[in-house]
């Protein structure tokens, strides 16, 4: 294979399950002289596993692979929107969640009957609940005019954690600035030492909730790109959030910018 100092080795972690067969291929890399690894009495091959059958570190349940951001989930869970509109009825509702650094991990989209809408997400992954940050409903009147926004409650947060909290970013301090000149937004973003991977941003009204999410790839430390909104979401949007993050410094907290 090209390795003449290493060897690879292909681990097959057979899971059979009532409804499917799945085999998770697990590859390790040994050096020159380098025993290979066994797995413990629970089946695990890697450190801080809580479960059975397992490759890779921290993960967390049976039958996964990776490290604990990483790791293959294959549950689901059952989300549901309620939203009320006071005072008239919309012609349409969007429903989303957001991770920290405002990916977009699911959306219910409805046109509206009534005053109180409901939407409901049967079957999302659990990485929607595991990674959600930020919940947002938009409004809609004539169907793409947006004439309301407001964050969404989380009303069954789960189980606070026996695991110690996070570390803080890792990134470190990021600065810069935001103007607005009709029709664009203007953002300057400065990361310090070197470029970051990806930097996001979102749009926040008043009352926070997320009206417009991006993302850009800077070429430089210091970075200026433009952004533009729909005339229905500009009286809406009353500051914006900056979020950096490197393959190598991990994410950074968000930079709140105001024109």
């Keep these: 294979m090209g390795l003449p100092t290493s060897a690879v080795r292909l681990n097959p972690l057979g899971i059979v399950t009532p409804r499917s067969t799945e085999i998770i291929v697990a590859v390790e890399c040994l050096k020159a002289g380098q025993k290979a690894c066994t797995a413990d009495s629970n089946g695990n091959i890697g450190s801080g596993n809580k479960g059975k059958n397992n490759f890779g570190t921290k993960n967390v349940g049976d039958d996964n692979i990776g ?12 989300v549901t929107f309620v939203v ?23 959306y219910g989209a409805v046109a509206a009957s009534s005053m109180v809408t ?26 793409e005019d947006l004439n309301d926004v407001a964050p969404l409650t989380l009303l ?14 890792s990134f470190g301090t990021i600065t810069g600035s935001i103007t607005y000149s009709t029709p664009r937004f203007t953002f300057t973003v400065s990361t310090g030492v070197s470029a970051a991977d990806t930097l996001y941003y979102a749009f926040f009204s008043a009352n926070g909730g ?23 979401q500009l009286p809406f949007v009353a500051y914006a959030q900056v979020v950096a993050e490197s393959s190598t410094r991990g994410l950074s907290s968000a930079l709140t910018l105001n024109w």
Excluded: K, Q
């Design 67 to 78: 490290t604990v951001e990483f790791t293959i989930v294959d549950s689901s869970v059952d």
């Design 84 to 106: 009320t509109a006071v005072g008239y009825i919309p012609s349409g509702i969007r429903c989303s969640l957001y991770s920290a650094n405002f990916t977009l991990l699911t």
């Design 210 to 232: 997320l009206v417009e999410s991006g993302s850009e790839t800077p070429d430089s430390a210091d970075y200026t790109w433009t952004s533009s909104l729909h005339p229905s």
């Design 118 to 143: 409901t939407i409901n997400n049967n079957g999302e992954m659990d990485y929607v609940f595991l990674y959600y940050s930020i919940g947002s409903v938009l409004a809609f009147i004539n169907r």
């Design 156 to 169: 069954n947060p789960p189980s606070p954690s026996s695991d110690p909290p996070p570390p803080p970013p």
